[in-house]
């Protein structure tokens, strides 16, 4: 059995075409309102920087505002919390995001908690987490979100699957468990420190590796005809090469000679990641002007 590649990259040009109709439509027929995203990054950070210019670039070719902050590394968590306030107030800011991670001397729980939760484009706020885990509207985290497109669009039923999530961070792991379990999957959370976590995902019908190691997840740990969710971005040195390349967290070449369907890495979960983001600007747009919440 050869997996067949689950393609991020069309299924996130898709929802980015739709926006971008629906962004005209507001536009053009519902009193002139256009989507407005603040990304604030602090410090100079290289891989951040990417992701910004990205995020901007994507925010023009479906038709929002873009407005981007660059801060000092040396900002003060006051200068921060008074920028994000301005943003809060500001009627043209549908959705803000705050790159992370942030500076050491920051806090990143406080600047967070800072942000109005009907701007809170990525999700972590504790108002948006709450409602999410009581089965309330709330914007959801970007990458959980494109991964449950994703499953839905490769299992349409996802209702009793034995799904397993390697990984228990807030921005992916406890999220992603939470919509799983919505999904009526029986989830199960691993990390590092799981015992016989090789048994663990050769049990599991859907596996989400978001764990932050590079192949970490040993290709033959993969149930034969499982669905494999990769999310780990890491930069790795190639040994043959020497140059360096992006890798997931499963080791991809074992694992797809096993698995039903698995995300490549690059092109996988990382561009729904964005289009997700758009999804929620677009969301929290549509809340602020009396369409939900």
Not at 71 to 79: N, V
Not at 107 to 134: C, L, S, Y
Not at 223 to 242: H, L, Q, S
Request: hydrophobic content about 40%.
């Amino acid at each position: 059995m050869t997996a067949r590649l689950i393609d991020g990259l069309a299924m996130a040009s898709q929802i980015r075409a739709g926006l971008a109709e629906h962004a005209l439509d507001m536009k053009t027929r519902q009193g002139g309102i256009v989507p407005g995203l603040a990304v604030i990054l602090v410090g100079d950070d290289p891989a951040s920087q990417v992701y910004v210019r990205n995020k901007n670039r994507v925010c023009e070719e479906v038709g929002f505002r873009s407005y981007s902050h660059t801060l000092p590394s040396s900002t003060t968590e006051i200068d921060l919390l008074t920028l994000i306030n301005g943003l809060n107030n500001n009627p043209q800011v549908n959705g803000i995001l705050i790159q992370l991670p942030l500076p050491e001397h920051l806090n990143e729980r406080t600047v967070i908690n800072a942000i109005d939760p009907i701007k809170d484009v990525d999700g972590f706020h504790p108002v948006n987490v709450g409602r999410q885990t009581t089965g309330l509207m709330s914007l959801a985290p970007c990458t959980p979100l494109g991964c449950m497109m994703i499953l839905n669009e490769d299992l349409p039923d996802l209702g009793g699957k034995k799904a397993l999530v390697v990984g228990r961070s807030n921005i992916v792991g406890k999220p992603m468990a939470l919509m799983l379990i919505q999904s009526s999957c029986t989830v199960t959370v691993a990390h590092s420190r799981t015992q016989n976590l090789r048994e663990e995902c050769l049990a599991a019908d859907i596996l989400v590796a978001a764990i932050g190691r590079p192949a970490f997840i040993k290709g033959d740990w993969i149930k034969e005809g499982a669905v494999v969710i990769d999310v780990g971005i890491n930069r790795i040195t190639d040994p043959e090469t020497g140059k360096h390349k992006l890798c997931g967290d499963v080791e991809f070449d074992v694992a797809r000679e096993r698995a039903a369907a698995i995300t490549p890495v690059p092109g996988g979960v990382g561009p729904m990641t964005i289009a997700c983001l758009m999804q929620n600007t677009m969301q929290a747009t549509m809340m602020q002007n009396g369409w939900g919440w």
